[in-house]
């Protein structure tokens, strides 16, 4: 007899662990299972070592308020970043009153700033800092070009800086860095204390056949079959295939394109320590938004490291352990089109992928010293981070690259899969009401359910920041 979940969830990184965790709390009887191919929970995308650690609030991502031609820059794309980044901190100081979080496990005070030089920019920056501190969401931002208060906010990128170049810079002290590892494991470490969550690793879905009373037959690695109402596909870059061999009609617009990571990392724990701040940068003109260059304050397994990129490789892989096969096995006769479309019309971006691929170790230097004028090469090592599978979808206007996440679901709802990379994890929380709503739209429109959604998030039906005093000083923020 073919074993019967409520819901499965394939892949245990931070999205399927969020969605698990909202299900439990909508409906402690509902029976999970969660399916993940390596040998424990998030050791791909959500690794510590793998994902960027910032939570990402747009308060110094600079690509998240493009400039327009009128000398304005824009603010929606920001505000519904920090917005989706406010609602995760509402979820987890939810938990953390109830004491089901370990805080400091996972989320570490660190301020975000954003800092250019050279005139142009420093204009931009000084626009930007005028209308974002004008909204609420963004009214603890502090602006300053004087090179002594500069150093106070980050010393080691001031030091050694020749005092005649124009710079300035932006700071919002309740930054954060987040460990998503750590967090998807304490959701996955509660959810399978309380029985409501069967987790296996090392168990690969081979196949998704939907059955005629609705139900989809999954086949696992080994040729077991499990049955489920409802299949979340939240497995980073492996969702993409599986959810073509769904053969859901909403799959077929869509195909992949893999970027990988790659990060100089100190060394040098006593230069580390002289470091506490995000500190982004802007691309340079005709770069992608995926170039932003950061320096940033980490915490990795508890331990406080120094990391400066991101710089761009290239695998035909969809994970960082996953085939070379990827790539070619994912095209298929209506998303090749899309997919041609997509590499004509992306110049720079084919551009910058070879000009990152060319990089010298010198050369990597000497962006590191854009940013730390003093950087020595010994002290720095090159390490390979995530891999990224980023959106290509077929729309009226053809083939269109897309740079964030975007949920793919079912017209009935009973599948769901998730799709992209930045913001990512840091609105896991969002985007996981987004397949609530989606997916379980009669059951989340119920009294029950809304009440309890309530309980989770005190400003549920209301503006999210009237929560953002609380969240503050429930997580030590």
Aim: one cysteine or more; a neutral charge; aromatic letters at 8%.
């Amino acid at each position: 007899m073919t074993d019967r979940y409520d819901a499965v969830l394939v892949g245990a990184g931070i999205m399927g662990a969020t969605l698990a965790a909202l299900l439990h709390e909508l409906d402690p009887a509902m029976r999970l299972l969660m399916l993940e191919r390596l040998d424990g929970p998030a050791l791909e995308s959500s690794a510590a070592a793998n994902n960027a650690g910032t939570g990402h609030a747009a308060n110094c991502e600079l690509n998240y308020t493009p400039l327009q031609a009128g000398g304005s820059v824009a603010t929606a794309k920001a505000l519904a970043i920090n917005g989706a980044f406010e609602r995760s901190l509402e979820f987890w100081a939810t938990l953390r009153e109830r004491g089901d979080l370990d805080t400091p496990a996972f989320l570490n005070s660190v301020p975000h700033i954003s800092f250019v030089w050279g005139q142009g920019d420093v204009a931009f920056l000084r626009q930007r800092h005028q209308q974002l501190s004008a909204l609420p969401a963004f009214a603890g931002m502090e602006w300053s070009s004087d090179p002594a208060e500069l150093a106070e906010w980050m010393p080691l990128v001031m030091q050694g800086r020749g005092a005649s170049e124009p710079v300035a810079a932006t700071r919002i002290s309740r930054g954060t860095d987040v460990d998503f590892g750590s967090l998807t494991r304490l959701y996955l470490q509660d959810l399978q204390r309380s029985g409501a969550l069967e987790l296996r690793t090392g168990c690969e879905v081979n196949d998704l056949t939907r059955k005629s009373n609705g139900d989809w037959s999954v086949q696992l690695s080994g040729g077991e079959r499990v049955q489920t109402p409802f299949v979340f596909l939240g497995a980073g870059g492996g969702a993409l295939p599986l959810l073509q061999r769904s053969g859901i009609p909403e799959a077929k617009a869509f195909a992949g394109f893999p970027v990988s990571g790659q990060w100089l990392v100190c060394g040098d724990a006593e230069l580390a320590s002289q470091h506490l701040a995000k500190v982004y940068g802007k691309a340079k003109v005709g770069a992608p938004p995926m170039s932003v260059p950061h320096l940033d304050t980490r915490f990795i397994n508890g331990e406080r490291s120094l990391l400066f990129g991101p710089f761009a490789g290239f695998s035909t892989k969809f994970l960082k352990q996953g085939s070379l096969l990827d790539l070619p096995r994912s095209v298929r006769p209506g998303n090749l089109l899309p997919m041609l479309q997509v590499g004509a019309g992306n110049f720079s971006l084919v551009q910058y992928l070879i000009n990152q691929l060319r990089q010298s170790p010198e050369e990597r230097l000497e962006a590191l010293q854009q940013f730390l004028p003093q950087a020595k090469a010994s002290d720095w090592s090159l390490s390979v981070a995530g891999q990224r599978v980023q959106i290509i979808k077929n729309g009226a206007k053809g083939g269109q690259l897309q740079l964030g996440t975007e949920v793919v679901a079912a017209a009935d709802g009973s599948l769901a899969a998730l799709l992209g990379a930045s913001p990512g994890a840091s609105t896991a929380v969002t985007i996981m009401l987004e397949v609530l709503e989606r997916c379980f739209a009669s059951r989340l429109a119920t009294p029950a359910w809304q009440e309890q959604l309530k309980a989770l998030f005190p400003s549920w039906g209301g503006d999210v920041l009237s929560s953002r005093s609380r969240n503050t000083a429930v997580l030590g923020l």
